[in-house]
């Protein structure tokens, strides 16, 4: 099991700059707003020969029991527990407040190893506060800067004490490259919950989890950065991530909520399945169509997520007429699993968990050849395509180049004159046949060459 440090400060000092240097991309939001990071979030840290677990937290700071600063403070004491080790942060800059001293007391009752760091120590007002924190009684202070990647030699001395050498292992395949169907049945799926602000995705996830890994709040937008959680849900593995709410642009007016609706955007591209939740009493909105033509786009398996059905009023055929109402505002991914569940009290999870591993086998299907070509003639059969300008289109053969989603090639002459309503009828026509509901479908056109386009036309 790997080794896990806690990074843990008062807010602002530079936790997670600090959390994204070790991982070696900016996976945490970072602002000059105190309080950015609210979740806690792990990632796999490297700092020259070391490999460890890193955990970014909340800023420690108090709040009245139940307030969303208290929730965050118990989310930074379950990261505490989890750690093998700390690392307390102060800012070299500011120098020793009250909160560093009393938080220092916090950190040694933990009864574990700490490392502290004093942050933004570049220049001289930096080393005089970094002076300061051997007061805390914590030992010598590593003298850092996170931002500009200064002390990180001395950050390794102190923590080459502690972390223990880890044995090779193999690389993990590429997120790009295309693996068959045995293998991705093996592999854990990486799954994005997506959708607008106070949807329930948070919710959902914590229940998934059986505890209250996720802050929740009634009031919209307290997720901010993008969680990953790791799930194991009937002896399949998921990988998945909690996204900021994402709204219209012209909404989003601070800098902070721009940086999480990229996150999340991030998120969706990482992912392989990507659910869509939508508010059971509003569905189907302008945003929410926007966002399920931004995965399909992306070329990702999707599932429609239709969250707090508890507050619904029950009718007959409910069910169908979600059915009915997905495929007509979402032609794009016509037939993408649509669930009614309820987060808060566990509805439609089992169902909603085998969508997601439905829709992520349609989305690494692989089609045989010969079937492939035996629809392709019937199709063109049935309906040729249109002549242009009195000429008529040949269609060639198809063929599957990968899938991860099913992408196929078309040779044809005058790919630039084939209508897109003609591969619509194609992309449809193959959903039926070979039941590939929802899954983002790609055919590229390409011309055959033209054995004669060599040879010169002879002068009359």
Same mark, same amino acid.
């Given at each position: ?91 070299? @800059? $500011?120098?020793? &407040?009250?909160?560093? %001293? ?6 040694? =009752?933990?009864? #574990?190893?700490? !490392? ?122 998921? @990988? $998945?991530?909690? &996204?900021?709410?994402? %709204? ?6 601070? =800098?902070?909520? #721009?940086?999480? !609706? ?199």
């Amino acid at each position: 099991m790997s080794f896990t440090i806690a990074i843990i400060g008062r807010p602002n000092v530079g936790k997670s700059t600090l959390f994204n240097r070790l991982v070696g991309q900016k996976l945490a939001l970072v602002d000059d707003e105190p309080g950015v990071t609210r979740d806690r979030r792990e990632g796999q840290a490297k700092l020259y020969d070391l490999e460890f677990t890193i955990i970014d937290t909340a800023g420690l700071d108090e709040g009245a029991k139940g307030s969303l600063t208290a929730r965050m403070q118990e989310q930074t004491e379950t990261a505490i527990e989890l750690a093998d080790a700390l690392m307390f942060v102060i800012d070299a @800059r $500011v120098g020793l &407040t009250p909160t560093d %001293r009393a938080f220092a007391d916090f950190a040694r =009752k933990a009864n #574990k190893p700490v !490392v502290l760091v004093a942050n933004k120590a570049e220049g001289r007002h930096g080393e005089i506060g970094a002076m300061e924190s051997y007061a805390l009684g914590l030992g010598d202070p590593v003298q850092i800067s996170a931002e500009h990647g200064e002390g990180m030699a001395d950050l390794h001395e102190a923590l080459s004490a502690l972390v223990p050498e880890t044995p090779e292992e193999d690389d993990e395949i590429a997120d790009d490259e295309d693996i068959s169907e045995e293998e991705a049945a093996q592999r854990p799926i990486r799954v994005a919950i997506v959708g607008r602000p106070n949807a329930g995705k948070s919710t959902l996830i914590n229940h998934l989890l059986g505890e209250e890994r996720l802050l929740t709040s009634p009031e919209a937008g307290t997720t901010r950065d993008s969680i990953a959680v790791e799930i194991t849900w009937q002896g399949r593995e998921f @990988r $998945v991530f909690d &996204t900021a709410g994402l %709204r219209r642009r012209s909404r989003i007016e601070e =800098k902070l909520e #721009k940086l999480s !609706v990229a996150d999340a955007l991030r998120a969706v591209r990482f992912a392989e399945v990507v659910v869509m939740m939508m508010d059971a009493q509003n569905r189907f909105e302008e945003q929410d169509l926007r966002i399920a033509d931004l995965v399909e786009r992306e070329g990702r398996a999707i599932v429609l997520a239709v969250n707090k059905w508890d507050l619904v009023e029950r009718k007959p055929n409910q069910i169908s007429q979600l059915r009915i109402d997905a495929d007509h505002w979402l032609p794009q991914v016509k037939g993408a699993p649509i669930v009614a569940v309820s987060g808060l009290m566990g509805e439609g999870i089992d169902r909603l968990m085998t969508a997601i591993q439905e829709a992520y086998a349609v989305w690494n299907r692989r089609l045989p050849t010969s079937a492939l070509n035996r629809w392709f003639e019937q199709a063109i059969q049935a309906s040729p395509p249109p002549a242009v300008s009195g000429r008529r289109l040949k269609l060639n053969y198809i063929t599957q180049v990968k899938a991860r989603p099913p992408s196929f090639v078309l040779f044809c002459s005058r790919a630039d004159a084939i209508p897109r309503s003609y591969l619509r009828y194609l992309i449809n026509s193959l959903r039926e046949t070979f039941d590939l509901p929802g899954t983002p479908i790609r055919i590229t056109l390409r011309e055959k060459a033209n054995p004669f386009a060599h040879k010169r036309k002879r002068p009359s």
